[in-house]
């Protein structure tokens, strides 16, 4: 089985910081990882496919990169509505979830 | 735009089974896969498995191999997941969710998750 990682599991944060989430897998998964984000009571949104794609809808203040084993998100400028908590998820085989970083108000 | 409508909360007692449904509409029901994806309290997303609703083929989690059932009615356009023999364990919010997918002549292969149902509780108490 593929495991990822993400760190760190909290970032304290301001509105107008730029923060960068990290997911490493266990093996080279290319660029099969997606980007999601969970606010309290709501389902997981989708933000980013296949590495670097933006979904539809979504600001442009959001970006991923990466490929192999190793994939950033960074959010600039963080708004109010971006405290929330980021998974990263691969499927390369099947699929897998990282263990989730919640953003909070410093 | 598609929608996923998820059946209703469920309370099961240790030992018993559970059958979440999730309903489409909206768009294509087949060519896409359905996830089945669940989320304790507090607790971080955790992949159940998938169903290509073209073949009806399914695949799960090593940790659910043997508990999990996933199936599909292309008439109602309707998936469904249970899990049986159930603990404390399990009590969690089940999700379903949506995404790309396609099945060549020897492999299947899925994406990431577009569209997400509300979630469907459930809570395993004696």
């Known amino acids: 089985d593929i495991q990822v990682t993400q760190s760190p599991s909290t970032l304290s944060a301001a509105v107008g910081d730029s923060i960068t989430i990290t997911c490493r897998a266990s093996?080279?998964?290319?660029?099969?990882l997606a980007w999601y984000q969970q606010r309290p009571g709501t389902p997981p949104k989708v933000l980013i496919y296949?590495?670097?794609t933006l979904e539809r809808g979504i600001p442009s203040r959001f970006s991923g990169s990466g490929s192999g084993t190793e994939f950033t998100l960074t959010i600039r400028s963080l708004q109010p509505e971006d405290f929330a908590t980021y998974y990263c998820?691969?499927?390369?085989?099947?699929?897998?979830f990282g263990q989730g970083t919640k953003v909070e108000v410093k | 735009q598609v929608q996923l409508v998820q059946s209703g909360a469920e309370v099961k007692k240790p030992g018993a089974s559970v059958r979440v449904s999730c309903k489409t509409s909206g768009d294509t029901f087949i060519g896409n896969y359905m996830h089945w994806v669940r989320q304790a309290p507090g607790q971080g997303l955790e992949w159940m498995g998938r169903i290509f609703p073209n073949s009806g083929g399914t695949d799960y989690a090593a940790k659910f191999q043997g508990r999990v059932t996933m199936t599909r009615d292309t008439s109602t356009r309707t998936v469904y997941m249970e899990l049986s023999s159930l603990t404390s364990d399990d009590t969690a919010i089940y999700y379903c969710?949506?995404?790309?997918?396609?099945?060549?002549?020897?492999?299947?292969?899925?994406?990431?998750?577009?569209?997400w149902g509300k979630g469907t509780t459930v809570t395993v108490s004696s």
């Open positions: 296949d590495a670097s």
């Open positions: 998820q691969q499927y390369e085989r099947y699929s897998t």
């Open positions: 969710a949506r995404g790309p997918g396609y099945c060549s002549t020897t492999s299947c292969y899925s994406y990431y998750m577009g569209a």
């Open positions: 093996q080279s998964i290319s660029a099969s």
